[in-house]
Each structure stands twice: as C-alpha cells, then as structure tokens.
T-cell receptor
C-alpha cells in the first residue's frame, strides 16, 4: 500500500530564506506527483505536477524535483515571502483506472517578516 | 472562469440527519472525486467517478453516498450511518485519471 510522508511537519523561517520541503513515498511505481498549497480553511491550489518520466518542474520561485527510484520529491522555494505561509501537500497518483491521489499530511510553513 | 464550486461553505448537521454537499465543475472534466480532511491527517478518498452514471467506493465510503447524473455535478450525501461526520470535505476533478487535479474550496461539516 502506497504511503506518503512529508518532513518536517512544520517549518518556520525568516523572510528571504531559500527552503526545501521533502516528500517521500514507499512505492516507486507512481504515475505522477503533485504539489499543492492549502491556506487555512481553504481548498487546495495546484502548484506543480511532475510526470513519472520527468525529473523536475519549475514555476516562478518554485522548483519541484522527482527521484522516482528512491521514492523522493523536494519542493524548493526561493527567496521566501510571508505570503508563502501555508500548508504544502504532496500527493502521488498510481495511475490506472482509479486515478485518485494519495496524500501526505503536509508541511505547515510560516515565513516571518 | 473555469473551476470547481462547492456549496455550502459551512454546514451543520443534527444527529440522525442526512445532508448533501454540492460539487459542480465547468472544466469539462470526466473524473470527479470526494476527499475528507481531518486535522493532522492527510486527505482520504471517499468516492470517485470516472464517467456519468458510474462511481466507485474509495477508502472510507461507509456512511456516504453519491450520484453522477450529469458530467458537471457530483453531490455527496452524508448519511446518519456516518458516525463521525465532522470534517472538511473537498471535491476534485481531473480531465482523465492521472492528470492534474483541481480542487474546490471545501465544505466544513459540523455535527451539532
């Protein structure tokens, strides 16, 4: 059974720092991996989608990498800002006809001014 | 603007009541999903549907029911058989299984 783990559970950094959020999964036969952002009491906003054949994806100050064989993904946030404060969720899809996502519990990020 | 609309934002249920959460999408996506989120836990799959008039149970389907009569709509009913329904419910859709998932803003259900 696929399990997704995110470390750390919470992270507090000063504004301007570059930071890395980690995601690991137990079954490397994933179809894709997706990073989301969730603000308190809100839904999920898709940040980046990495297909299993890709190594990384970039969007603005965000860069996500995927090492499928080792079961790891990282989300790199450059020059963090207070507006980046949120919970970041990692999820994998195993493909097939079901297509649902299996989620980690998230990393709660706080960026201090 | 294309997206997923969930309503209501907040819902209160009395003991023994059934309540229905609405999810509508205008993305023309085939697949739709319902997830439940509890504090300190990851999202868990309740039900999913790949096409109209067809749906499948997820990991925690007991006490829930769904319908998919139209492509754009996937309502979730929380029945009185669900013993611990207080949670945040999220609806999602994908163009087809395995593609980028988009989520609604969620419905917070509280038992009173």
């Amino acid at each position: 059974k696929q399990e997704v783990t995110q470390i750390p559970a919470a992270l507090s950094v000063p504004e301007g720092e570059n930071l890395v959020l980690n995601c690991s999964f137990t079954d490397s036969a994933i179809y894709n991996l997706q990073w989301f952002r969730q603000d308190p009491g809100k839904g999920l906003t898709s940040l980046l989608l990495i297909q299993s054949s890709q190594r990384e994806q970039t969007s603005g100050r965000l860069n996500a990498s995927l090492d499928k064989s080792s079961g790891r993904s990282t989300l790199y946030i450059a020059a963090s800002q207070p507006g980046d404060s949120a919970t970041y969720l990692c999820a994998v899809s195993m493909g097939g006809s079901q297509g649902n996502l299996i989620f980690g519990k998230g990393t709660k990020l706080s960026v201090k001014p | 603007d294309g997206g997923i609309t969930q309503s209501p934002k907040y819902l209160f249920r009395k003991e023994g009541q059934n309540v229905t959460l609405s999810c509508e999408q205008n993305l023309n996506h085939d697949a739709m999903y319902w997830y439940r989120q509890d504090p300190g836990q990851g999202l868990r799959l309740i039900y999913y549907s790949q096409i109209v008039n067809d749906f499948q149970k997820g990991d925690i389907a007991e006490g829930y029911s769904v319908s998919r009569e139209k492509k754009e709509s996937f309502p979730l009913t929380v029945t009185s058989a669900q013993k611990n329904p207080t949670a945040f419910y999220l609806c999602a859709s994908t163009d087809r299984p395995g593609t980028e998932a988009f989520f609604g803003q969620g419905t917070r259900l509280t038992v009173v």
